[in-house]
Nanobody
Framework: QVQLVESGGGLVQAGGSLRLSCAFS???????MGWLRQAPGKERDIVAA????????SYTDSVKGRFAISRDHTQTTLYLQMNNLRPEDTALYYC???????????????????WGQGTQVTVSS
């Protein structure tokens, strides 16, 4: 049974920073992971992804240079460091796991089949 539990969200002013964490358990070590987000009235999108080894990363264009995804050496925690936050980053952020083992840092939403309950990030202007 895969479990993904996000934390670290909150309210921050524009230009501020937050670090999201995702504790995961179950069959997760050989899988790429990602952070998704969904703003009110919008579809869920992928923000960042990391390969199963942790060596490859990918980002959506709007967060490049501001966000950084990482996973710890024991591969049981996923992080998203978010700097220079903007009001348009406001969303519910989800940690997610891909369907297949040994994948690269995929930005294809359909590749993900598990996600947590999410943590809210609100950026005020």
């Amino acid at each position: 049974q895969v479990q993904l539990v996000e934390s670290g969200g909150g309210l921050v002013q524009a230009g501020g920073s937050l670090r999201l964490s995702c504790a995961f358990s179950g069959d997760t070590n050989d899988y790429a992971m990602g952070w998704l987000r969904q703003a009110p009235g919008k579809e869920r999108d992928i923000v960042a992804a990391i390969s199963w080894t942790g060596e490859g990363t990918s980002y959506t264009d709007s967060v490049k240079g501001r966000f950084a995804i990482s996973r710890d050496h024991t591969q049981t925690t996923l992080y998203l460091q978010m700097n220079n936050l903007r009001p348009e980053d406001t969303a519910l952020y989800y940690c997610a796991k891909v369907r297949n083992r040994w994948t690269v840092a995929t930005m294809v939403l359909d590749d993900y089949n598990y996600w947590g309950q999410g943590t809210q990030v609100t950026v005020s202007s």
